[in-house]
């Protein structure tokens, strides 16, 4: 065999090898993308269906809420039909309900479907975790860093999309053309992704466990305390990003003197560093998920401080870039370390559980995070936050002397 032709074998080889990586993570791009795409158009939506911000905010909420709550049974379901069919099966719903937005005649219409794809991307996250972590045992922080990095780009498309949109051919089309390509995503996946898992052992699964047993392997699975340890820790993390992600352009405004532009600038800059995900998910591979999540951690509580005591628009820029990677950087050694403690014939099912509750505090953030910046300023707001990552990190820290 020539060196060329081994040249392109060993290129096909790498191809075949990550791309289910690649499918699923630009599916998640699409779900991210359209979850993100709401909140800009809030202000369309008050315009054209006359409704109040009390109404829009609902919207928001209720698409999270039915996200949540979604997460055991999509896990649940994947672990008994296999993986790669039902991350297709949520792609092709997700992307048809989008589609309907072409149709959205009255705001009711359009907060049942922002519901319903709550629903249909619940199982998106959660799935694709369990999938990487089979296929690329080896690379598994790495893999979760490439899904994850993705996914937030989404949410720097998002509103640039959406303006785009909105100022051409109608907002929404925003959905209907991320839509459509999400049903192809989709169909490339359930034909080139095989199961992750052999048949046998899913048909040893379906046959073997009934629904008493996994009951009880559930239970005793969450009465794991390292696993509850970090469950917690989970549940901080997520608290402290929703509230910082969802009024750091404001306090940057009204607490540190920026002016709009800058402020929505520097948020766009906060996900791009994302990319730090990269770094961080292979390190973890190499040194241990606790060591880097305990570097996060630190990090997260010397940033959010500096946030709360620095002036000028330099010192608060810098400040603002290291927030965003602390940040970013946690994701993939979260992820990883969780798939170290559940089993994998109900990973699904068991990772469902724990971003139900993952997702269900951090959706209280913001509120809470408002409330308390109405009523005594967002440092006191953002001193709650800092009390968030203290408690994750020091959690973080004890997992890791009793390992």
Request: net charge neutral; with cysteine; proline share 3%.
């Amino acid at each position: 065999m020539s060196g060329q032709q081994q040249g392109e074998r060993l290129i096909c080889v790498r191809y075949s090898r990550y791309e289910p990586l690649a499918l699923i993570s630009l599916l998640w791009f699409l779900v991210q993308f359209l979850r993100f795409a709401f909140p800009p158009l809030f202000g369309t939506f008050q315009a054209e269906y006359d409704v109040s911000n009390t109404s829009t905010g609902l919207l928001f909420t209720a698409l999270m809420i039915a996200y949540a709550a979604m997460q055991f049974p999509a896990g649940a379901v994947s672990d008994q039909i296999g993986r790669p069919r039902s991350i297709a099966i949520g792609g092709v719903l997700f992307g048809g309900i989008s589609i309907m937005l072409l149709f959205a005649s009255d705001f009711e219409f359009v907060f049942i479907l922002a519901v319903l794809m709550g629903v249909t991307t619940a199982g998106h996250k959660t799935i694709s975790i369990n999938m990487i972590s089979n296929r690329y045992a080896d690379q598994v922080g790495l893999g979760l860093g490439v899904l994850d990095t993705v996914g937030q780009f989404g949410g720097v498309a998002a509103p640039i999309g959406t303006v785009i949109f909105l100022s051409t051919i109608g907002w929404e089309w925003t959905f209907a053309i991320a839509g459509g390509c999400s049903i192809i995503l989709a169909v490339f996946v359930g034909m080139r992704v095989t199961e992750d898992r052999p048949t046998s052992q899913r048909q040893h699964i379906e046959a073997e466990d009934s629904e008493e047993t996994l009951r009880k392997r559930y239970l005793t699975l969450i009465s794991n305390s390292r696993l509850l340890t970090f469950m917690i820790v989970t549940m901080t993390f997520t608290f402290a990003w929703n509230g910082v992600s969802s009024f750091l352009p404001l306090y940057l405004v009204e607490e540190k003197g920026l002016i709009t532009g800058s402020a929505s600038l520097l948020y766009s800059v906060f996900f791009i560093v994302s990319l730090s995900q990269l770094v961080t998910g292979k390190i973890s591979d190499s040194i241990g998920q606790l060591w880097v999540g305990l570097g996060t951690f630190i990090l997260m509580i010397f940033t959010v401080v500096s946030l709360l005591i620095v002036d000028g628009v330099i010192a608060v820029s810098i400040v603002t870039l290291l927030l965003g990677t602390a940040f970013h950087s946690f994701r993939p050694v979260r992820d990883s370390y969780l798939m170290m403690l559940v089993p994998d014939d109900i990973g699904g099912g068991s990772l469902g559980i724990i971003r139900t509750g993952m997702v269900a505090v951090g959706s209280v953030a913001p509120a809470i995070v408002g409330y308390l910046a109405d009523l005594s300023g967002f440092q006191v707001a953002f001193s709650v936050i800092l009390f968030a990552v203290c408690l994750g990190g020091t959690l973080t820290g004890m997992l890791l002397i009793t390992r």
